[in-house]
Structures are given as structure tokens and as C-alpha cells.
């Protein structure tokens, strides 16, 4: 049970100065403070929403209210005064104090107009301290001064949404069914019921699980399946490759020999001896100058990527080596000088300079101090701009030399295809001619047939070895192409490995949501459930009528109905009494649902009840009491023969309150 | 704030085994400190319920 303990005013209104203890005596926890209209009842009330809330709801028009803070504590202030007005609520909760402190600072002026004293606030608003300790140390306590802690504090046990089902106003129930209220209330329970961290809780997980269903998507799209299919192609044609170049390899030897033998048998037949031996040199000066060309084409590449940079470069070069001699002809690049020199003439205090044989005074030392400071940072520009300077007039010198060196180019390239171009023409004659050679001899060989055959041999193995060069290059992007499948491989393994955890969590969090909102929902129909029921239980209990009603229903929105035996619905004709009834019903079985016990404090409580629902009511509210704290502000005819007769002897305190005799503030209460 | 006993009796109900009912008050429990790093937590959670309980993917059909 959540209890009021304490409530302690300073200057508040008429509380000017006043502590109000609710100790508890016997079973029952009613606590009962009389007073007659006019003196503080409902004032009271205000005093504890102003301390929780900052806002006096049951004022009725504050346009014309007095300010909260006492007038007489104003007038017996001196000038520049600061007063503070403070309410302090001390509840209980378990083994532990909660203390709700607010207050107000004023200082203490003359009003200009009227000549009296007034009060101005010293700061725009109120301030609320919550400070929670355990019950048997004051030690622990700790202290929320920041909005936000307070709120949260104050939203735990009393929260404004509903404070009316907190601290209730018999007198006021105009408002108590509207639809909006009902709304808030629906709000409210499902806060202090924590269905809202069901809530909550389930849409995070919800948010989750989209998050990882599209980063699933994601890696889908990445997925390649083919790429198993472009390796196996690949690795295969590479096969192909390597047996078609292992093919040639064998094969080449064989027909070398071939060609060798062909050209050995030409070669011994006398009569075309000189035909074969010239072919044999013109051969072997093919292959040599072949060899020449391709080591030629390295140099024409060399030749070309060498001027593409200078050329660029040039207009740099020629402006830099334009700037050094520009400097060195205005002597703006320093002279070499002998720093060492300079140096020891200082350090050894040499009286006189060996060149000028001047004086080196102390001006002069000076001097040369700051020439070798001057000389340091210029020397090394000095010394860099030297030191390109010779690669930049070597450059240039080059740049000069491109026409001659390209003249050359084109001389020797021109040599190497005319040469060549002659050498395989003087082959064709030759292999034309003894391709169509014929003699009387009989007996010997067939020239003609063996230059055919060692043309077709010949020809074979220049395929062969063009298609040997030309598979191996392809061998050579291949497995390019494979490293970087194979990479993709490796990073599509991976990413599976991580598809399958995000499946898994995807699969846990959708659980999760479904989980939280089933029992979101249990819990909701559980909460209204047990709403009505209890609302319905306390509300026959409280009315003098038994036949008449039939059911209560409360919708999915929190606004109740009344039905009659008829089933027709009754809540807009229901009596004073039995709207009070209902009130009290609901409203305590908002507490009990909610799982937290929080005190009632009610102003008139029984004003609007009469003859046997006022006996029946406060014997049930009785009832109740032994669970629950419940203040009850009475009026002295409200208080009537009914109620004392139930209550004088078993509440746990009936005080009364009443004001000074010049009506400024609140006697001290008396039990 | 701690757990009202009627969701701990909710989460006691539900027909799922031990350690997703714990996964489950874990996380309630995570959002009822209302911390800004929510979503980590809940994310190691989830992380630590599939490795210790060696989780395979579960259909979601019948939920």
C-alpha cells in the first residue's frame, strides 16, 4: 500500500504554517479532516496538485484568485523580504519514503497603486524536488531535481492524465465520463500497467527485424550462382589450353627434325647445293634480324614515352631554368661562401678581417652572425636550385635532339622491314624454284617433292608456334579472370555465412514482436476484465438498488455503460448517487488494476449521496480502507449521523480544520 | 521499474522454451530502463539466446 505520511505547508493560502501527520492506528485507513465550506477543504486538495503538479486544478477562475501565497505572511514581511512558499508530500512505498517538495520564492515589495505590501515571484515558475530514501536510513537518499526525473516520479505514482482519479472532487463530476477523460484513463492504465512497455518493447523488436530483413536483401543481391559455372568454363578452356600447347610442344620436335632432315638431304644434292646454302644463311640472318626488330621495337616504345613526358613537361622545365639563371644573373642566388671561414673568425675573436684587414668590432661579428643565419635557410634553396639545375639543362639539351633521334627511329625501322622484306622474298625464289625443280637424274631425289614438304613443315610449325604464343597469353588472362572469381568466391562464402545469422536473427525477432503483442493483448483484455469486474463488484456494493441493474461494460476505450435488466443502456440516467457510486467504483478499480496501491484523497465525499446509498457507501469505502489510504474532506453536514455512526470509531483519525479568528490562516489541527 | 507479476505471468504462459521466455524479460526489462542503447543490448541478447541455444532458422509460419 502506497501511503500519504505527511503533508507539510509553508505560506501556502490559508496553510500558512501547518503539518498534517496520517499515522496509522487500527485496520482501517480512513483519515478524516472536517471543515466548513469556506475554510480550506478544497484548498487542501490544491495544495497537493500544486506540490505534484505546479497547477491547482479545482480552482475555478484564476483570473480571480489570490495568489498562493499567504497575505498575512505578505503584510507582516519587511520590504526586499524574500518568502518562499513550499508544500511537501512525504508518502510511503514499501520500505522506502518518497517526499514531493515544491516551491515558490517571492519577494516582498509596495505595491505603488495601493501603498500595501505585495508579492512578486522571483522566478517565472515553481520548483519540485523529489527526494526517495529507505525507511531506516536517510543516508541513501537520493534526490531528482531535472523535469525530466521529477516528471517520471510524479508519473509513477500520481500521474497528472489522471489525477482526478487520485484526488477526487465528489462535487465535480461533470467531466468524470467524458469521452476524453476516458481516453486518458485508457493512457494511464496502460502506462501504470506497464502495457506500454509491452508496447514499446515490441515495435523495437519489430524495427529490428526489418532492419535485418533488409539487410538480408541486400546480401541476396550479391549472391552470383553462375559464378561456379563461369570457373568451371574457365578452368576448362584453360585445360584445353595447356593440352593444346602440350600437343605442340611434342609435336615441334618431330617436325623439327623433319625439317632438318629435309634440309639436310637438300643440302647434300649437289646440284642445289648453293640454292640450299643460301637459304640456310638467309635464315639464319631472318632470325637474327627478327631479333634485332624486337629489340629495336623496346627501344622505338622507350624513345616514345621518353619525349611524351619531356614534351609535357617542357613549358615547366624551360620556365624553372629560365627563373634559376634569372636569379643567378641578379645575384639574388647567393655566392658561394666559405661558412667555415666565417665561422672561425668569429669563434676565435679574430681582430682583424683577413680579406679587407677592417676591424671586426663587435658590429661586425654581428653582421656576420646574421649572414650565417641568412646564409643557412638561402643555402639550401641555393644548394637545391643548383642541384636541378643541371638535370633541367640536360632536358632541354634532349628536347633538341628529338628530330635527329627521331629521324634515326625511322631510318632503322625502315632498314628492319626492308631488309626482312628482301630476305623473304629471295626465300620465296628459292622455295619456288626448287619447288618446281626438275632434273634427268633418276634414282635420286625428288627436289620438288621435298621443298613441298619442307615448305608445308615449315608452315605448320610457324602456326604451331604463333598458336603456342597466342595460348599461353590466354592461359595468362585467365587466370587473371580466376584469381578474381575465386576472390568473389571467397567473399560470397563469407557473405553466406553471415545470411545465415541474420536468417536466424531475422527468424528470433519476428518471434519476439509476435510474442509481445500477444501478450500485449492478454494483458489488455485481462486489465479491462478485471476493471469491470471489480468496478461492477464495489458499484452494486455501494447503491441501494438490486433489481435494477443488470451488467456493466467498459469498451476497448474505457467508457463505461450501465445496463438495465432490459439490457438497455442507463449511464446518462443514472442518479447523482449512483454516478457517484459508479465514480468511486471505477476509480478504485483503476488503483487496484493498476498494481500500484496509491492513496484517495476525496473532497466531499459523500455530499451528493443520501439515505441509505450514504450508509452503503461508507461502509464500503470502509471495507476498502483496509488496503487502501483514503482522506476524506468532509463538511460538517456532509459528516452526517449516517457516517459518524460508521466512522467515529473506527477511522483512523478525524480531525478538524478551522481558521483563526481573523480568518488569515488555518488553526493547528487538533486530532 | 521492475516487472508488474501479471506480464511475468504473461511471459510464464507463453508456449515457447526456458531461455526465449528469459530472451523476453531480458528485453522488457532492457526497455523498461528506457536506455538509449537499447538496440545494442537487445542485439547482443539475441545473439547470445542463437549461439547458446545453437539455433537453427525458424519458420515463422505458425506465428
Known amino acids: 500500500m502506497i501511503k500519504i505520511e505527511k503533508i507539510e505547508f509553508d505560506n501556502y493560502r490559508q496553510y500558512k504554517n501547518c503539518i498534517i501527520n496520517f499515522e496509522n492506528k487500527n485496520e ?38 489570490l495568489k498562493i501565497i499567504n497575505e498575512s505572511a505578505v503584510q507582516e514581511a519587511n520590504i526586499d523580504d524574500v518568502l518562499e512558499v513550499k508544500v511537501r508530500l512525504t508518502i510511503s512505498d514499501d520500505d522506502k519514503y518518497v517526499i514531493f517538495e515544491r516551491s515558490q520564492k517571492f519577494s516582498i515589495s509596495i505595491d505603488p497603486l495601493t501603498e500595501l505590501k ?11 524536488k523529489v527526494m526517495e530514501n529507505p525507511k531506516n536510513s536517510f543516508e541513501n537518499a537520493q ?28 462535487e465535480n463530476l461533470k467531466n468524470y465520463f467524458d469521452k476524453n477523460n476516458a481516453g486518458k484513463v485508457k493512457e494511464s492504465i496502460y502506462s501504470l500497467s506497464q502495457v506500454n512497455l509491452l508496447s514499446n518493447a515490441s515495435k523495437r523488436c519489430e524495427g529490428l527485424s526489418v532492419e535485418k530483413s533488409r539487410e538480408l536483401t541486400k546480401k541476396n543481391g550479391f549472391s552470383d550462382n553462375t559464378i561456379y559455372d563461369k570457373i568451371d568454363k574457365i578452368q576448362d578452356d584453360n585445360e584445353t589450353l595447356i593440352n593444346n600447347n602440350k600437343s605442340i610442344a611434342s609435336e615441334k ?27 640456310e644463311e638467309l635464315d639464319k640472318r631472318f632470325k637474327q634480324l627478327k631479333s634485332e626488330q624486337i629489340e629495336f621495337y623496346s627501344k622505338k616504345k622507350e624513345f616514345i614515352r621518353t619525349y611524351l613526358i619531356l614534351f609535357n613537361l617542357y613549358p615547366r622545365i624551360k620556365s624553372t631554368l629560365d627563373m634559376i639563371k634569372y636569379k643567378e644573373e641578379h645575384g639574388e642566388l647567393p655566392p658561394r661562401i666559405d661558412k667555415r671561414q666565417i665561422e672561425e673568425l668569429i669563434n676565435n675573436h679574430v681582430k682583424n678581417c683577413p680579406m679587407c684587414d677592417g676591424e671586426l668590432n663587435d658590429h661586425a661579428i654581428l653582421h656576420m652572425k646574421q649572414l650565417l643565419d641568412d646564409l643557412d635557410i638561402s643555402s639550401q634553396a641555393s644548394n637545391y636550385l643548383s642541384s636541378i639545375k643541371g638535370g633541367l639543362e640536360s632536358a632541354i639539351f634532349k628536347c633538341k635532339k628529338y628530330e ?16 626482312l622484306n628482301k630476305i623473304e622474298n629471295e626465300l620465296n625464289t628459292i622455295s619456288k624454284y626448287l619447288s618446281t625443280y626438275t632434273d634427268d637424274s633418276i634414282g635420286l631425289i625428288d627436289v620438288s617433292k621435298l621443298e613441298r614438304e619442307r615448305t608445308n613443315i615449315q608452315e605448320e610449325l610457324d602456326i604451331k608456334q604463333k598458336s603456342f604464343g597466342a595460348n599461353e597469353k590466354l592461359i595468362e588472362i585467365n587466370n587473371d579472370k580466376l584469381n578474381e572469381l575465386q576472390k568473389q568466391v571467397k567473399e560470397m562464402e563469407k557473405n553466406a555465412s553471415e545470411k545465415l545469422a541474420l536468417q536466424k536473427q531475422l527468424s528470433i525477432y519476428r518471434s519476439l514482436t509476435t510474442v509481445l503483442n500477444q501478450i500485449k493483448k492478454n494483458l489488455m483484455d485481462e486489465i479491462k476484465i478485471e476493471i469491470q469486474a471489480n468496478t461492477w463488484k464495489t458499484f452494486k456494493n455501494m447503491i441501494w438498488k438490486k433489481e435494477t441493474f443488470n451488467k456493466l461494460e467498459i469498451n476497448d476505450d474505457y467508457q463505461m455503460s450501465v445496463y438495465n435488466n432490459n439490457l438497455n443502456d442507463m449511464t446518462g440516467s443514472l442518479s447523482a448517487t449512483e454516478s457517484m457510486a459508479l465514480a468511486y467504483s471505477f476509480t478504485l478499480a483503476v488503483h487496484e488494476t493498476s498494481g500500484r496501491n496509491c492513496p484517495l484523497v476525496v473532497d466531499s465525499p459523500l455530499g451528493r449521496v443520501s439515505d441509505e446509498n450514504r450508509t452503503n457507501m461508507a461502509k464500503e469505502l470502509l471495507k476498502i480502507s483496509k488496503n487502501k489510504q483514503i482522506i476524506m474532506l468532509f463538511t460538517p453536514d456532509e459528516y452526517s449521523t449516517e457516517v459518524s455512526d460508521i466512522y467515529d470509531n473506527t477511522v483512523a483519525s478525524i480531525r478538524d480544520i478551522s481558521l483563526t479568528d481573523d480568518e488569515k490562516e488555518i488553526n493547528k489541527l487538533e486530532v | 521499474m521492475t516487472m508488474s507479476k501479471k506480464i511475468i505471468n504473461e511471459v510464464e504462459k507463453i508456449d515457447k522454451d526456458e531461455p526465449f521466455k528469459k530472451l523476453v524479460l531480458d528485453i522488457l526489462d532492457l526497455e523498461s530502463k528506457g536506455t538509449h542503447y537499447f538496440k545494442s543490448k537487445c542485439e547482443e541478447l539475441v545473439k547470445k539466446y542463437i549461439d547458446d541455444n545453437r539455433v537453427g532458422v525458424i519458420s515463422n509460419d505458425k506465428d
Open chain 1, 28 to 65: 482501517y485507513n480512513i483519515y478524516i479532516l472536517r471543515a466548513k465550506n469556506g475554510t480550506g477543504k478544497t484548498t487542501f486538495l490544491n495544495g497537493i496538485l500544486w506540490c505534484l503538479y505546479g497547477n491547482e486544478y479545482y480552482i475555478s477562475d484564476f483570473s480571480k484568485a
Open chain 1, 118 to 128: 505585495k508579492a512578486v515571484q522571483t522566478t517565472p515558475k515553481s520548483i519540485l
Open chain 1, 143 to 170: 534526490v531528482y531535481e531535472s523535469d525530466d526525473d521529477t516528471l517520471s516520479m510524479v508519473k509513477q505514482y500520481f500521474d497528472e492524465d489522471i489525477y482526478s482519479y487520485y484526488f477526487f472532487d465528489g
Open chain 1, 253 to 279: 620436335p618431330v617436325l623439327e627434325l623433319r625439317l632438318a632432315e629435309l634440309n639436310s638431304q637438300l643440302s647434300g644434292y649437289q646440284p642445289i647445293r648453293d640454292k640450299q646454302a643460301r637459304r
Open chain 1, 404 to 419: 635527329s633521334e627521331r629521324k634515326n627511329i625511322l631510318e632503322k625501322e625502315k632498314y628492319y622491314k626492308e631488309e
